[in-house]
């Protein structure tokens, strides 16, 4: 019986084909790592705070192109700057106001969110509609847009996600939690429409509590938007908003833009204060706000630890339990304020066993008995045993040895110590010889 075949001349060449093209590919690989030299150092990040860019660089080795990069960037100096520090393009923006356009000096504000080219360094002169674009890319760190966490490096916007990784696909949920699933929060939108009045100088538009996000309010009118704030610890302010900027309301960056028919209000949050939106009436016309934002849900469940166990040993129970949890003042409050967000839904509570180490062998004791004498000493006595104790609770003897951790109750103790009541006579009383019997 033939056990394996002959291999033909043509499987024979397609084999050696394989191996060589095998070959010839590994080498190729080898060759073109070979031709780089080491990654060198990273630099400086681009940066102090609030997100920059660090680089490292490497050198071909070949007289010949090297396929691939020479440079790769990592993010770095992923701490929030310090709300004074001012907005990061209003920076470079204003580092162009000692420099003549156009044979003139300007206050250089700048222009966000721009579709088209987010990382090019565009600039609106202050007070003014134009616009001008100084410098082909911002610096690297500079965000693409205002409410993302994506930079421009290199003049390109890069994704960034919420772990400050570049390229990566983790994101923020519109409250602010990272890889989160929307559920902090609520969304709020809607439409004001202010009423001619010739006494009413100004009306409420919204108030936008503490800590919401995502904030766009877009007024269409003649009528103008202002601002009042009141911080959790009480102190309150005012903004008129009267010229197109970045601004900082209360540790609030504010993004305002004033056109001749309309006005937008943005903040991306999260707000450090309460905000409560307001419009100056002109008197000339109806004015209409629309706005929408993200409000966080203040009041949450929080469940508890787990309380302490029923029993210290052989088998006990404990429960959690859910309180309500007031974000803002870090405290246990009321149930009913948990209540006004539907959203809100109570844990349940939940159930475990513990402690279920059989107990250690114990000593223990009948009831005494009754004492052997009323008074002037007696001797009562018990019976006492070494037992154990298993999870459902049974109690068993078991031998005296398992208990010799603890010491043995006494079996036997004295009692009705006291004395005993006895008879005690006195001396006699002098006889009295009654009255009549003298005379």
Request: with cysteine; net charge negative; charged share 20%.
């Amino acid at each position: 019986m033939e056990c394996c075949r002959r291999a033909t001349p043509g499987t024979l060449l397609l084999f050696l084909a394989f191996l060589l093209l095998s070959s010839r590919t590994a080498r190729s690989e080898e060759d073109r790592d070979g031709l780089w030299d080491a990654w060198g150092p990273w630099s400086e990040c681009s940066r102090t705070c609030g997100g920059g860019a660090s680089y490292s660089l490497r050198r071909c080795l070949s007289s010949k192109s090297c396929e691939g990069r020479n440079i790769r960037y990592r993010t770095c100096s992923n701490v929030d700057c310090p709300p004074e520090a001012g907005d990061f393009r209003a920076q470079q923006c204003s580092a162009h106001n000692d420099v003549k356009h156009h044979g003139q000096f300007y206050e250089w504000l700048p222009v966000s969110n721009d579709p088209d080219n987010p990382c090019s360094l565009k600039c609106q002169a202050k007070g003014t509609t134009l616009v001008v674009e100084l410098a082909p890319k911002v610096l690297d760190g500079t965000r693409c847009y205002t409410e993302s966490l994506d930079m421009c490096i290199s003049g390109l916007c890069q994704i960034v996600g919420c772990d400050h990784q570049l390229g990566s696909t983790v994101k923020e949920d519109n409250c602010g939690v990272c890889n989160g699933d929307g559920s902090t929060c609520r969304l709020v939108r809607g439409q004001y429409k202010s009423q001619l009045s010739a006494t009413k100088l100004d009306d409420t538009v919204v108030a936008i509590p503490y800590g919401s996000r995502h904030i766009r309010l877009v007024l269409k009118g003649p009528d103008h938007l202002y601002l009042e704030t009141k911080t959790l610890q009480g102190a309150k302010g005012e903004n008129s908003l009267s010229s197109t900027g970045n601004f900082l309301v209360d540790n609030s960056s504010v993004d305002f833009q004033k056109f001749p028919d309309k006005e937008i209000l943005r903040m991306a949050g999260p707000l450090t204060a309460d905000f409560i939106v307001k419009i100056r009436n002109s008197g000339s016309a109806d004015s209409t706000v629309q706005f929408i934002f993200y409000q966080p849900i203040i009041h949450r469940w929080r469940e508890t630890d787990f309380f302490p166990c029923s029993a210290t040993c052989g088998g006990g129970y404990q429960l959690t339990s859910a309180e309500c949890y007031d974000l803002r003042s870090n405290r246990v409050v009321a149930d009913q304020y948990c209540h006004y967000y539907p959203e809100n839904i109570k844990p349940k509570p939940k159930l475990q066993e513990c402690n279920l180490d059989p107990c250690p062998a114990r000593w223990e004791a009948t009831p005494w008995t009754a004492c052997s004498s009323s008074c002037g000493g007696g001797i009562q006595s018990r019976a006492v045993s070494c037992v154990e104790e298993d999870i459902q609770g049974h109690v068993t003897s078991v031998e005296e040895w398992k208990c010799m951790y603890t010491p043995k109750m006494p079996i036997a103790q004295p009692c009705n110590i006291f004395d005993c009541p006895k008879w005690l006579a006195q001396e006699w009383s002098p006889v009295t010889v009654p009255s009549f019997f003298v005379h």
